[in-house]
């Protein structure tokens, strides 16, 4: 079965400073991947997905992630982050041959300090 | 734009009553779910529909059912609520099941607390 692991629940940043949120992928095949965001009291926003080709995939916000398939890795990333950047990230996966049943990770509560 | 509306944001239920959740989705996607998040456990499927009157069990469905009679309407149902099941509930929609590179479509959810 297809799953992804977050393994930080949360990860501090200070303004300005790049952040990295780490996703950890077992799949069979060639992998979809995708970011989402939670903001308070809000559902979970789409932030972008993987589907075949540059292994940098841009999205919402300025995020961007890194897929690497030797370290079965996608990681989520910023250059420069924003206190208002603060909210729990997901990464999920869909079910091998096909639809859009996602599986979720546990998620990384990210947290930007001045 | 895109909109999934869940009919309650908060809500405050006695143990035992019948609860239902509402959720509306205008996109003409074929795909409805009902999730659950809580603390540390991430988002696990209670149900899914893949089309009208169709549905199938997620990861725990116990002590729940769904109702999908329309295409743009998926209802959760909590038969005998109980306090384990004070939670948010997140309903999303997406496209076609083949279309797995499409991303799902999320409501701002509904705060269950069962007293």
């Known amino acids: 079965a297809q799953s992804v692991a977050q393994p930080e629940d949360q990860v501090n940043v200070a303004e300005g400073n790049p952040l990295t949120v780490k996703c950890t992928y077992s799949v069979s095949g060639n992998p979809y991947l995708f970011w989402y965001v939670q903001y308070p009291n809000r559902g979970l926003q789409f932030l972008l997905k993987y589907i075949t080709g540059d292994n940098l995939v841009k999205g919402s916000y300025g995020f961007e992630a890194e897929f690497n398939k030797s370290q079965t890795s996608f990681h989520l990333k910023k250059p420069s982050a924003l206190v208002s950047d603060s909210a729990l990230y997901f990464c999920a996966v869909p079910p091998t041959g096909g639809g859009n049943k996602l599986t979720f990770g546990t998620g990384t509560q990210l947290k930007v300090e001045l | 734009d895109v909109k999934v509306t869940q009919s309650s944001r908060y809500l405050v239920k006695r143990t035992g009553e019948k609860v239902f959740l509402e959720c509306v989705q205008d996109m003409d996607h074929e795909n409805m779910f009902w999730y659950r998040q809580d603390p540390g456990l991430g988002l696990r499927l209670i149900y899914f529909?893949?089309?009208?009157?169709?549905?199938e069990k997620g990861d725990i469905p116990e002590g729940y059912s769904v109702s999908r009679e329309k295409k743009e309407r998926f209802s959760l149902i909590l038969e005998s609520a109980s306090t384990n099941q004070t939670s948010m509930y997140l309903c999303?929609?997406?496209?076609?099941?083949?279309?797995?590179?499409?991303?799902?479509?999320f409501g701002d959810g509904t705060r269950l607390s069962i007293l």
């Open positions: 529909s893949y089309d009208v009157k169709m549905k």
């Open positions: 999303a929609s997406g496209a076609r099941e083949h279309y797995s590179n499409q991303p799902q479509h």
